[in-house]
Every structure is written in structure tokens, then in C-alpha cells.
């Protein structure tokens, strides 16, 4: 656990090397030392059913008959460039070792039988064993990193023999710190349409999209509170004003939207008759004073907070010029709570100033807060190769500290122009990225989840149940995605990525079900590392980030102005970038209302306010 006790709160700003995966592979190269020439590359079959089969290649040191020879049919030991290669053909023949993986990525191929022309789908998997003296990112990393060059489209292996001689000969050219690979190919379902070998997204384009209805209420829903005019909305999706207005028309319709002074829209709520519109906000006495103070950006965020709060009472101050702002005040338990929703939010200059003044006039207007929360959602750093430091789509991350990194959040920024804005650019050497970190000067919020981490998640899943009931009759669905919709990609370099599936351990289930996990660790944000995939899993590495958002930096940074010194940032799991949706927005509501239901377990174990 961590330990409540007064930190140093002050922001840290400093620079730190990201250390990229081909200069890891580097030095781990020269940690192992010389290549051991007496080592063979042995393969061994293992198992083989009517659907799937079990081969083992392994290092070992032996003697092995002469090169191109054959001993008793038994044993091929290839020569001239493949030098070092022994195929054993009989299962008999490989060393016992009931030792478990350390690693294991699993993803599939679409193959056509040249014979029949019938498509079929086939799953692969590799099970990594390591020598002895790295550590765990050393391994992971190296998994990784042999998987790329494995799929890499340049000279991805079109067959099952081609498929297994690459293997062979990275593991006997690229990398000697793996000791065993063992290969699952297994037969799937025939799939009725042809798929490509490795289906690779692009999910980044400059393409224009054509405004639709959706397009323009999620706009309308990013500026609430703000009302925004019909020429915003058209210079933002660079439309025509006149089909901006046609679809706002059919917005209001449909009681989605409505017109705040004339040419301004904003967002129309199921609950319109509970939300007092205001000029100033009322004056509340002092045993009503809020002492939780909740902070979201996105309109599902504030819809889920809101949901977690009993007695609630929506009060709004409209401005039609300059930043309008939006007070949801009621109890979650002994305590008295207010929520707001930032007007914006991102890496422009405009969003940074509005997001830190929205949170400067929230803890200026209610003083007697005490506890900060940001809650939303965010995009998760999967782990490729091991099931229990990987994150899910609808799993809740909260920020604390870990091990000696002593910092609950960290925005990164390009220190100088590196050309790394592709989505993917390879990393070939280190970068230097300039940094800065948060961390709450008392970790009580902190302490806090890390019990009702240990405890059974009932703790929070009753809170969820019981917001979903409450968010039933809301134009969002809040329900949980089906379970084929969390994709998850790995990028191999370029603007290529392959699908892979979720690591699960040997012998295991794949995890299922609609029960999330709760994790605890640093949160990062910065424009760069949303653009990068590769950048943002190294300094994953680097730093123990287990999530990234949509830079909340000045946020933070008003909260430690104001001198608040417990806050906390609840993210739920919506995607695998930065939680803005850059591959797909199914999953922010629930994502939201989970970590709503997480935050609302915390409220309700915080000590009871002191009343004067």
C-alpha cells in the first residue's frame, strides 16, 4: 500500500530519454554476450491433432551429426546459409520442461487452399521461454520486437514451412536471449469472403468525412456547457452552413438540441425541467458546502457522474460570449459533492486556457472542496505478451505512484522536432522528451483504491448496476459493448498495424465476461505520444504509464495552484490511444460510467466531513 503521508506536491518538469525497443534489443544483445557457436536451433514437433499443431524450436548446445546429413531418418541438420539448424522429426526427441512461458502473443491468418480456392482461418500462437538474467521489459520487449520482423509485411512468410524457417532463423541471427519458441498453429472456421493474409488499419486519414447528424451533436456535446454557433460548427467540420443548419434542425426535432440566444446551440438533456439556467450561482450556506469536487470532459462523462449523485440539482450559466460553466450539486453518501464538465479540452492554446480557468473558477467558487477528482475515460496501454498487466477496454485505471516513480500523472512534450507525428515512425535510436509530473502531496485517495483494489469488485460493480438503471431513458447506451468490438492492434513500423489477439495464460480462457479490472499506476498525456503508437508504448516502459488521455495538464496544474492536496484521475478504458476515439467511440460510455461507479466506491470511503 501506499503510505499516507505529506509528499512534495510541486509539479516536476525535467527530461527523460525514452529508450526505444531496437536500442534495447541492442544492448540486451551485448548484455548476453558473444553468440555461443555450439548452440543449435532445434526443431522438434510436439503434438499434432486433426486441428492443431504443437512444434517446439529451441537453443541448446549439442552435437549434431554431419551438415545436410540424416541419422536414421530422424534428425535433418541443415548447412551453408541455414548452418546451425537441426530439424528432429520424432516428439520423442525433445527434452522434457514443465517450466511455464514467460510470454505469449497469439493472432491470426486468413489462408486460401490453392486446391479448392476455399478460405479458411487459421491461429497462431508463440510461447517465449528467455534466458536467464533479463527482466520482465527486457523480455517483453524482445517478444515484441520478434514478433514485428515475424509479420512484417515486407516478407511476411505466405506458408507454414516459410512461417517456421523465420522463426528459426531469428531466433538464431536476431535473438540469441531467447531460449525456446513453441508454435501453435491451430485450424478455425471457414470464413465465407477472402480476408487479407494480415489485415493492416489505417486508421489515421485526411480525407474528408461528410458532416452527419452524429458528427454535429458530438460537437454540440464537446462544447457543453458553451453554446456554439452554426459558422463554428461549420468551419470545424468545413461544411456548408446551410447543411449545418439542416441537420441542426432535425437535431431539435428530435429534442437533442436547442437554441440558446438566436444562432447558438447547445446540448438538450433528458432531465431539462431539474437544470436551473442562472446568471450568478446562488449562495449556499456553509454546512452545504461541496468538499468533493468532480471533474469530466466529455458529455457522456458528465451524464455518468451525475448519475452516481443523489439529491442532484443542475444549476447553468449561460454566456453566449466567453466560457459558460455548468454546477451539478448533490451527496454521494456523508458527503456533498459538485460536478462540472470542462468546455474543452486537448493540446491548443485555446482548450489549455479554458480547461484551466473552468477548474480555477470551480475550486474558487465552492473553497471548502477538499478532494479532487477528474473522472472520464482514456485510452489503456496494452501488454501484448503477459494476461496480468494487461488492460481491457472497460477496465478503470487510477492514478498513484508506483515503485520509485513518484508521480500520479505526466504530460510529455517533443522536445525538438524528431519526425516522429506518423502515427507509427519507427523509433531507431533513444529521444529525448521533455516532461512534466503531478503527484498529490497526500496519497489518501490513492491509499483508498488500492483497498477496494484487494477487495471483491462488487464494491464498485452495485454503484455501475444501479447507474445504468438510472441512465436507462438517456439517447446514450451505456451498456456494455459485445466483447468482439475490443480489437486489439499491435503496430510493426510504417502505418501498418495487425490485429493480435488478447494474451491470456497457456492453458487459460481468454478473459470474458462484462466484469473489468481495476489497476493502479501513472496516467500520461501529450499530443505526441497520441500520435505515436510506438512512442507511447516505450515510454510505457520507460515510466510505468498504464494510460494515456487528452492532456489534462492545466487542469492539474490549477488544482495545485489552488492548493488542494488530495486529487485523484479515474480513467475508464475506452480505446487504446488516448480515449478521444481515434479508433472507434463504442466503448466511452460505459468506460465512463465505470469509472464513475469506481469514484463513488472512493467518496463513500473517504472519512465523514467535519462539520463546524
Known amino acids: 500500500m501506499h503510505c499516507s503521508q505529506k509528499l512534495d506536491s510541486r509539479p516536476y518538469v525535467g527530461r527523460t530519454v525514452v529508450v526505444s525497443s531496437r536500442k534495447l534489443i541492442r544492448d540486451i544483445h551485448n548484455k548476453m554476450g558473444q553468440v555461443d557457436l555450439q548452440e543449435k536451433i532445434i526443431l522438434t514437433p510436439r503434438k499434432k491433432t486433426a486441428k492443431s499443431t504443437i512444434i517446439s524450436i529451441e537453443r541448446r548446445r549439442a552435437e549434431a551429426p554431419e551438415e545436410n546429413g540424416v541419422d536414421g531418418s530422424k534428425v535433418f541438420v541443415a548447412g551453408g546459409p541455414h548452418k546451425g539448424i537441426v530439424i528432429q ?48 521489459t527486457e523480455e517483453a520487449c524482445s517478444a515484441q520486437e520478434f514478433f514485428k520482423d515475424l509479420v512484417s509485411p515486407v516478407d511476411f512468410p505466405r506458408d507454414y514451412v516459410g512461417f517456421i524457417k523465420k522463426i528459426m532463423k531469428l531466433m538464431q541471427t536476431k535473438y540469441p536471449q531467447i531460449q525456446k519458441v513453441e508454435v501453435e498453429l491451430r485450424h478455425l472456421e471457414p470464413v465465407e469472403r477472402s480476408s487479407f493474409l494480415v489485415q493492416m488499419v489505417d486508421y489515421e486519414s485526411d480525407n474528408l468525412i461528410e458532416v452527419t447528424e452524429a458528427i454535429v451533436l458530438e460537437i454540440i456535446e464537446s462544447s457543453f456547457p458553451n453554446p456554439i454557433s452554426v459558422s463554428q460548427i461549420a468551419n470545424q467540420t468545413r461544411s456548408d452552413p446551410r447543411k449545418i443548419v439542416e441537420l441542426l434542425t432535425s437535431l431539435q426535432n428530435k429534442r437533442r438540441v436547442k437554441t440558446i440566444g438566436g444562432d447558438n446551440f ?6 431539462e425541467d431539474n437544470i436551473k439556467v442562472v446568471r450568478q450561482m446562488p449562495r449556499i450556506i456553509r454546512s452545504q458546502q461541496p468538499t468533493v469536487a468532480i471533474i469530466t470532459a466529455k458529455y457522456c462523462e458528465k451524464l455518468a457522474v451525475d448519475a452516481m449523485i443523489d439529491d442532484l440539482e443542475t444549476f447553468v450559466r449561460f454566456n453566449t460570449v466567453g466560457e459558460s460553466n455548468v454546477y451539478s450539486l448533490g451527496t454521494i453518501g456523508n458527503h456533498r459533492v459538485v460536478a462540472t464538465k470542462l468546455p474543452s479540452v486537448g493540446n491548443t492554446r485555446e482548450a489549455m486556457i479554458v480547461a484551466g480557468n473552468t477548474t480555477t473558477r470551480l475550486l474558487g467558487t465552492f473553497q471548502a472542496v477538499e478532494h479532487v477528482f477528474l473522472v472520464g475515460v482514456a485510452g489503456g496501454v496494452p501488454h501484448y505478451t503477459d494476461s496480468q498487466r494487461h488492460i481491457r477496454l472497460g477496465d478503470v485505471v487510477v492514478s498513484a505512484p508506483i515503485q520509485d516513480k513518484r508521480f500520479i500523472y505526466m504530460y510529455c512534450e517533443e522536445k525538438r522536432k524528431q519526425n516522429l507525428n506518423n502515427s507509427n515512425s519507427q523509433m531507431e535510436e533513444n529521444v529525448e522528451i521533455e516532461t512534466k509530473t503531478w503527484c498529490p502531496p497526500d496519497l489518501q485517495l490513492q491509499d483508498i483504491a488500492e483497498n477496494i483494489r484487494h477487495q471483491d469488485n462488487s464494491v464498485y460493480i452495485s454503484h455501475f448496476h444501479r447507474g445504468l438503471e438510472i441512465l436507462s431513458d438517456q439517447d446514450i447506451s451505456f451498456l456494455r459493448p459485445p466483447p468482439e468490438s475490443d ?74 495552484g489552488n492548493r488542494k492536496d488530495n486529487y485523484v484521475v479515474i480513467r475508464g478504458i475506452s480505446d ?28 463513500l470511503e473517504l472519512p465523514n466531513p467535519v462539520q463546524d
Open 89 to 136: 522429426k520424432d516428439a520423442l526427441a525433445a527434452i522434457p520442461d514443465n517450466s511455464p512461458p514467460k510470454l505469449t502473443l497469439e493472432f491470426r491468418v486468413f489462408l486460401v487452399s490453392s486446391a479448392t480456392n476455399e478460405h479458411s482461418q487459421e491461429s497462431r500462437t508463440l510461447w517465449f521461454w528467455f534466458k536467464d538474467g533479463l527482466f520482465h
Open 266 to 271: 447547445t446540448r438538450m438533456t433528458k432531465n
Open 487 to 560: 480489437k486489439l492492434y499491435m503496430s510493426i513500423g510504417g502505418n501498418d498495424l495487425i490485429e493480435v489477439n488478447h494474451p491470456t495464460d497457456r492453458g487459460n480462457e481468454i478473459r470474458t465476461g462484462a466484469t473489468p479490472r481495476l489497476h493502479l499506476g501513472p496516467i500520461g498525456c501529450g499530443y505526441i505520444v497520441s500520435r505515436n503508437d510506438i512512442l507511447r508504448q516505450e515510454i510505457s516502459y520507460t515510466h510505468g504509464i498504464l494510460a494515456y488521455d487528452s492532456e489534462f495538464d492545466q487542469v492539474l496544474e490549477s488544482i495545485y
Open 576 to 603: 487504446y490511444v488516448d480515449g478521444t476515439g481515434g479508433r472507434g467511440k463504442e466503448w466511452q460510455a460505459y468506460a465512463s460510467l465505470v469509472a464513475s461507479s469506481v469514484m463513488k466506491a472512493m467518496i
